[in-house]
């Protein structure tokens, strides 16, 4: 089955009305809400978690002023992301597994480059801070306490 990158809900309480996109890695999959039963490493590229205008209020204040991760109360079902197909991804099994390096170098060249800018000259928003932070955090396995 190919799971195809569709819109997805507020992945905190399934309004359809989600406006703010957040882009992590897939290593981000293992922390979110039923995020265990996702084989992470066979997924393509990034994960995109979407939020409703009231939670977003509060997830941003919970990364910027309290420092903790909302990933643990995101469910994963309301993510979107590419798996790679069953088939090919069984086959591959045997072989070695996608490399997730390539998506995580950059996502923290990103992520490390709007946390130095912001604040300053830059046209980085707080939408950008939040995901750079919760990035920084999924890759240094260090996801809020
Ligand atoms: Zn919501």
């Known amino acids: 089955m190919y799971t ?6 507020c992945c905190l309480c399934d309004d359809p009305d989600a406006p703010v996109r957040v882009d992590l890695p897939p290593r981000a999959i293992p922390e979110m809400k039923y995020g265990g039963a996702i084989a992470w490493r066979d997924v393509v590229g990034e994960v995109s978690i979407h939020f409703c205008e009231s939670d977003w209020a509060v997830v941003r204040d919970l990364v910027l002023e309290t420092g903790m991760s ?22 591959d099994r045997t ?15 990103r992520s490390d480059r709007v946390r130095a ?5 830059s046209l980085h928003t707080e939408r950008d801070l939040v995901e750079a932070t919760v990035v920084n955090w999924v890759l240094d396995g260090d996801a809020g306490t």
Do not use: I, W
């Open 95 to 109: 072989r070695d597994e996608p490399d997730q390096s390539p998506v995580e170098s950059r996502m923290r060249e």
């Open 117 to 121: 800018e912001y604040g300053g000259d």
């Open 70 to 91: 909302p990933l643990p109360r995101c469910n994963v079902a309301r993510a979107s992301f590419d798996l790679r197909e069953d088939f090919e991804a069984m086959l």
């Open 4 to 9: 195809g990158k569709t819109e997805q809900p």
